[in-house]
């Protein structure tokens, strides 16, 4: 099993900036990746980034050149820093890690920490 504890939600000013923050604890061995998903209102779940194991990135067309994930092994704690925030940006935000299992990849969810963007 592994847990995931997100925080550093909250309210900002279209323009501004927030870091969220995902620790994992528990049965941590095999991760092979580690990401963010939010979701809106009326729309569904979308993966905003995510880091490998390796460090390999990827971002949705959305988010390029305003996010930036990065993970600390050492803190076994994946971030999301958001800068230039949209109000469309708008949506609880998901930790997401995915463990190498005996039948393939089983996925971990955190808990979600709402992120609101206002004009």
């Known amino acids: 099993q592994v847990q995931l504890v997100e925080s550093g939600g909250g309210l900002v000013q279209a323009g501004g900036s927030l870091r969220l923050s995902c620790a994992a604890s528990?049965?941590?061995?095999?991760?092979?990746?580690m990401g963010w998903y939010r979701h809106a209102p009326g729309k569904q779940r979308e993966l905003v980034a995510a880091?490998?194991?390796?460090?390999?990135?990827n971002y949705a067309d959305s988010v390029k050149d305003r996010f930036t994930i990065s993970r600390d092994n050492a803190k076994n704690t994946v971030y999301l820093q958001m800068n230039s925030l949209k109000p469309e940006d708008s949506a609880v935000y998901y930790c997401?890690?995915?463990?190498?299992?005996?039948?393939?990849?089983?996925?971990?969810w955190g808990q979600g920490t709402q992120v609101t963007v206002s004009s």
């Open positions: 528990g049965s941590i061995f095999r991760i092979a990746g």
């Open positions: 880091i490998t194991s390796g460090g390999r990135t």
């Open positions: 997401n890690a995915a463990q190498i299992g005996p039948s393939g990849l089983y996925d971990y």
